[in-house]
């Protein structure tokens, strides 16, 4: 009877793990974007497919619909991954303040940044698009409460 059980719970467990995989579409169109993924691990959802690994030292998030068209996608990194232009447009903007989080937002038409950045002790979350200028401020202070300017 233990013999069948276990049995029973391997298939199942095997079968999950198959039925995450995604399409040959998506994995195809995965590995010619991203070539140079590690540790990429996926996860299947009713309307697509989630896949997280890391590439050039980044981590990773990406969302294909059940056609095998990305959604979005995000890359997580430091300062470091922002161009040029936008560096030096939050020097101006914000002078001595210290950049916490950069991600990289990108989706079928459109490609942007949320920076979070602190100063004189608040919090701010930036939405800039690539030519550098900001679409979405949200500034907190100590006591958590935010304003928001577009």
């Not at 996860?43 to 998030?61: C, H, I, L």
């Not at 969302?63 to 470091?80: E, I, P, R, W």
């Not at 920076?115 to 100590?142: I, N, P």
């Amino acid at each position: 009877m233990k013999k069948v059980l276990v049995y029973v719970i391997t298939c199942i467990m095997i079968a999950s793990s198959v039925s995450a995989m995604p399409g040959s579409k998506v994995l195809q169109t995965f590995h010619s974007t991203f070539p140079n993924a590690q540790n990429v691990k996926w996860r299947d959802d009713k309307a697509g497919y989630f896949v997280s690994f890391t590439q050039n030292e980044n981590f990773n998030k990406v969302f294909y619909n059940t056609d095998g068209n990305l959604v979005y996608a995000l890359k997580y990194c430091s300062v470091d991954g922002l161009p040029n232009n936008i560096i030096m447009q939050l020097n101006e903007k914000y002078g001595a303040s210290k950049i916490i989080g950069v991600t990289e937002v990108t989706t079928q038409s459109n490609m942007f940044y949320n920076v979070k950045l602190s100063k004189d002790d608040k919090l701010y979350c930036l939405d800039l698009s690539a030519d550098g200028s900001l679409t979405k401020q949200e500034v907190f202070d100590d006591g958590a409460s935010a304003t928001t300017a577009q």
